[in-house]
Each structure stands twice: as structure tokens, then as C-alpha cells.
């Protein structure tokens, strides 16, 4: 009898650091920039990566020390996943604690972690190096997620 996966028989705040770790699908849609409109709260993301976002690999260049370098970069953990509302809809985390299942791509659920590229999820071909934009064109840069079509949550 086959024993079932771990992110299909576990809550988010049961998952050992490795598995927490192995949920990330890859598509580094949260290391984008996001725009916060001050009356409503809504959120917008980028096209925009963070400075630390290798956006060939859609992984961080330094993910022990991201926090401490980039100020606004946090370090997810369960009570967040269910409380942040700019999470991406397709992000793991967010369908783990909504006990939805994980999508096809996600190198979990396919043995390879190029599905996430392959099915036009992740920033590699949508995300331009933060600095290559300046401040000032931020709000020019709003787009739609990679596979979404709303630019406002």
C-alpha cells in the first residue's frame, strides 16, 4: 500500500523544516515587488524581482540572509500563509492550508522541477532585475501574475 504524501496528510504547522522547505513550488511569484494602494489595501505585483532573486533559477541568491538584507522579505510560516492575501492563488502553501490539492506542475506532485517553468507559472520568462527599474516606474509595471489575469487582490 503506498503511503500518501506528506502535504496531502499533514497540516502546514506539522511539516518538519524539509518538507515546509520541498512545498515551495519554485515559481518565485512572491519574490516579486508588490504595490499596496493606500486608500483600498488592494495589492498589485510586478514584473519587477527582488535584487536577491536569481531569476534564471526562480531561488534566492542568498535565502539564509534574505530577511537581513532585503527588510520587507519574510519568512513565511503557517498563521501567515492563512492571514497574507497577496499569497499567489497557485502558491502550495496557501492550497495546503486551504486543503486543496497541488497542481500538475508542481515538482512535488511531477518528479521535476521544470514543470513549474514548463507551465508558465514561475517569473523566469516575466520578472526584469530590480535594477534595471527605478522607483519612480514601479506603478508602470504593474501585471498580472504569470497564469492569472487580475491585477488587483
Same mark, same amino acid.
Given at each position: 500500500?503506498? =503511503? @500518501?504524501?506528506?502535504?496531502?496528510? &499533514? #497540516? ?8 515546509? %522547505? ?5 515559481? /518565485?511569484?512572491?519574490?516579486?515587488? &508588490?504595490? @499596496? ?6 495589492? /498589485?505585483?510586478?514584473?519587477?524581482? +527582488? ?6 533559477? +526562480? *531561488?534566492?541568491?542568498?535565502? /539564509? ?7 520587507? +522579505? ?5 498563521? !501567515?500563509?492563512?492571514? $497574507?492575501?497577496? $499569497?499567489? !492563488?497557485? +502558491?502550495?502553501? #496557501? ?12 515538482? $512535488? ?17 516575466? /520578472?526584469? %532585475? %530590480?535594477?534595471?527599474? #527605478?522607483? *519612480?516606474?514601479?506603478?508602470? #509595471? ?5 497564469? !492569472? =489575469?487580475?491585477?488587483?487582490?
Amino acid at each position: 500500500m503506498a =503511503k @500518501e504524501p506528506f502535504w496531502e496528510t &499533514k #497540516r502546514l504547522d506539522e511539516l518538519s523544516a524539509k518538507e515546509w %522547505e520541498q512545498l515551495c513550488d519554485g515559481c /518565485a511569484q512572491c519574490c516579486l515587488v &508588490k504595490l @499596496e494602494d493606500a486608500e483600498s489595501g488592494d495589492i /498589485a505585483y510586478t514584473d519587477v524581482a +527582488c535584487a536577491l532573486l536569481d531569476i534564471g533559477a +526562480c *531561488r534566492c541568491r542568498d535565502y /539564509a540572509h534574505r530577511s537581513a538584507r532585503v527588510p520587507g +522579505c519574510l519568512r513565511l510560516d503557517p498563521d !501567515q500563509v492563512r492571514t $497574507l492575501g497577496w $499569497l499567489p !492563488q497557485s +502558491c502550495a502553501y #496557501r492550497l495546503v492550508a486551504e486543503g486543496r490539492a497541488l497542481y500538475w506542475w508542481h515538482p $512535488l506532485v511531477s518528479g521535476d522541477p521544470e514543470t513549474v517553468h514548463q507551465a508558465g507559472v514561475s517569473v523566469r520568462a516575466f /520578472a526584469v %532585475e %530590480e535594477k534595471a527599474v #527605478r522607483v *519612480r516606474e514601479l506603478e508602470d #509595471r504593474v501585471r498580472p501574475l504569470p497564469g !492569472q =489575469k487580475r491585477v488587483w487582490r
